[in-house]
């Protein structure tokens, strides 16, 4: 079935270390968004990718979509205590109108 | 900017009670998506519409159904309310069908929390 896994589940990490989490699909994607929510709040958008191969940065995230459109990752540098919440990627099949969101990755930074 | 509208914030109800969540896109999005989002989890996808008509469905059960109205809001009706379906709903909108690609606005959720 359609289903995007994400690892890893939890990230503590010291800050200004770098920190990175995957998603991965059995089948190719049309495309994929990332969303950052706090504790307690909502999914926040922050990219999206099209194509094949392609790379998007913000500041110190960066954003990679698979040859195969079937995993991506989001790459944080130097983080920050601000960084911290969960992010997750949501795909999208060809042919469909919904989004299925990967499990998410909760990332803890420890000043 | 305008935000995504939900109401009510916060509703407790009793199992076997009925519950309306309403939510009010951004202005000009003509797409909306409801989510159910439990502890801890991931935002599941429960139903899409675009130009007032349901564009997919995902693992909504049959006591669920939702609308969009002639003026974009829409409306999560859920009857025979269980224990298991506490938890944050989510609607978000966005501007254009899924197939073109816009990012979604998510509202603020509605906690739901049955007795």
């Known amino acids: 079935g359609q289903q995007v896994m994400q690892i890893p589940q939890y990230q503590h990490v010291q800050e200004g270390e770098d920190f990175t989490t995957y998603c991965n699909s059995s089948?190719?994607?049309?495309?994929i968004q990332w969303y950052k929510q706090r504790p307690g709040g909502h999914p926040v958008f922050l990219i999206q990718l099209v194509k094949s191969g392609e790379v998007k940065k913000q500041k110190r995230l960066t954003f990679q979509f698979g040859e195969a459109k079937k995993n991506s990752s989001l790459h944080i540098t130097a983080t920050q205590t601000t960084d911290v919440g969960t992010y997750f990627c949501?795909?999208?099949?060809?042919?469909?109108?919904?989004?299925?969101f990967g499990t998410g990755t909760r990332l803890k930074v420890l000043a | 900017a305008a935000g995504v509208i939900q109401s009510p914030r916060h509703l407790i109800k009793e199992k076997r009670e009925t519950a309306t969540l309403k939510c009010y896109p951004i202005p000009r999005h003509d797409t909306v998506y409801w989510y159910q989002q439990g502890p801890g989890q991931d935002p599941q996808f429960l139903i899409s519409?675009?130009?007032?008509?349901?564009?997919d469905k995902g693992s909504i059960p049959d006591r669920f159904s939702a609308q969009q109205f002639s003026d974009y809001h829409s409306e999560l009706n859920m009857s025979s309310l269980e224990l298991g379906d506490s938890a944050l709903y989510f609607c978000?909108?966005?501007?254009?069908?899924?197939?073109?690609?816009?990012?979604?606005?998510f509202g603020p959720g509605t906690r739901l929390t049955v007795t």
């Open positions: 519409f675009y130009e007032k008509m349901q564009s």
């Open positions: 949501a795909g999208r099949y060809s042919g469909t109108y919904k989004y299925i």
């Open positions: 089948t190719t994607l049309s495309n």
């Open positions: 978000a909108s966005s501007l254009g069908l899924a197939g073109e690609d816009y990012e979604q606005y």
